[in-house]
T-cell receptor
Framework: ETGVTQTPRHLVMGMTNKKSLKCEQH?????MYWYKQSAKKPLELMFV???????ENNSVPSRFSPECPNSSHLFLHLHTLQPEDSALYLC????????????FGQGTRLTVV | GENVEQHPSTLSVQEGDSAVIKCTYS??????FPWYKQELGKRPQLIID?????GEKKDQRIAVTLNKTAKHFSLHITETQPEDSAVYFC??????????????FGSGTRLSIRP
């Protein structure tokens, strides 16, 4: 275990559903990230939060909405997704300012039907 | 923004031989270059990293080299073993003093070790 926990591990949702992915870390890190991993684009950066402020939105469609209520928790709210959004969504955290290791969660395998 | 190119996409080597994976980056301001290993069904994990003030770093059977002028960096694995089979990702980031590092990954190299 790296100390980064994601739930759920697997999610199947319809295109009209609303769901949320959750990420939690208790490593004392102050930066958190969402990455999308698919066959087409492995490890594609989506969002970056530093000290609970969003510092990067990598041209992600608005049907993905991140939320970082505190430095230990990160959410990705999903609504009206498309089948091409099916992928592994990985959360990561790091301690900033020093170029340190990013610790990844196990990921949520999302299937949009 | 930063763009990281990684080659080859797949690599098969005989057990005991060496493997080399190469990456290039576009943003000359990038100053931190980690390498991650992702085994099948598992999360990516850091195996080695290098900063821009260093040209080479070694840790047992793995080494990384960095050429800042050419914006190239490479991963070298010597005496490969079956457990080295995995997908390897290079990455580049700019590490500002007081904000998050935007770690941009290469497209990955699937390394297979033949017995």
């Amino acid at each position: 275990e790296t100390g980064v926990t994601q739930t759920p591990r697997h999610l199947v949702m319809g295109m009209t559903n609303k769901k949320s992915l959750k990420c939690e870390q208790h490593l004392g890190h102050n930066a958190m990230y969402w990455y999308k991993q698919s066959a087409k684009k492995p490890l594609e950066l989506m969002f970056v939060y530093s000290l609970e402020e969003r510092v990067e939105n990598n041209s992600v469609p608005s049907r993905f909405s991140p939320e970082c209520p505190n430095s230990s928790h990160l959410f990705l709210h999903l609504h009206t997704l498309q089948p091409e959004d099916s992928a592994l969504y990985l959360c990561a955290s790091s301690h900033d300012g020093a170029g340190t290791e990013a610790f990844f969660g196990q990921g949520t395998r999302l299937t949009v039907v | 923004g930063e763009n990281v190119e990684q080659h080859p996409s797949t690599l098969s080597v005989q057990e005991g031989d060496s493997a080399v994976i190469k990456c290039t980056y576009s943003d000359s301001a990038s100053n931190y270059f980690p390498w991650y290993k992702q085994e099948l069904g598992k999360r990516p994990q850091l195996i080695i990293d290098i900063r821009s003030n260093v040209g080479e770093k070694k840790d047992q059977r793995i080494a990384v080299t960095l050429n800042k002028t050419a914006k190239h960096f490479s991963l070298h694995i010597t005496e490969t073993q079956p457990e080295d089979s995995a997908v390897y990702f290079c990455a580049a980031s700019i590490v500002p003093y007081s904000s998050a590092s935007k770690i941009i990954f290469g497209s990955g190299t699937r390394l297979s070790i033949r017995p």
